[in-house]
């Protein structure tokens, strides 16, 4: 069991996951729109890092 905390981007957090990573540190990727204060935006990548998770790991539960 290992946790990651960098070069966790959206595009490779289920390969994360199925890797046998329990969580994600993710930093600067998630917060990038404080920069320019697009809050929203960082609210969007939280949702869509939680769905490829919780996909990465029903799929991974289920030998796929």
Same mark, same amino acid.
Not at 17 to 26: D, E, Q, T
Not at 31 to 50: E, H, M
């Given at each position: 069991l290992?946790? +990651?905390? $960098?070069? &966790?981007?959206?595009?490779?957090?289920?390969?994360?996951?199925?890797? $046998?990573? &329990?969580?994600?540190? &993710? $930093?600067?990727n998630? /917060?990038?729109?404080?920069?320019? $204060? =697009?809050f *929203? +935006? /960082?609210? =969007?990548?939280? #949702? #869509?890092?939680?769905?490829? /998770? *919780?996909?990465?790991?029903?799929? =991974?539960? #289920?030998?796929?």
């Amino acid at each position: 069991l290992f946790r +990651s905390t $960098g070069g &966790v981007s959206i595009e490779n957090a289920a390969t994360w996951i199925k890797a $046998g990573a &329990v969580a994600l540190g &993710v $930093g600067g990727n998630l /917060i990038a729109g404080c920069k320019t $204060g =697009d809050f *929203q +935006s /960082i609210t =969007d990548l939280a #949702r #869509r890092f939680i769905k490829a /998770i *919780q996909e990465a790991r029903t799929k =991974d539960a #289920r030998g796929l």
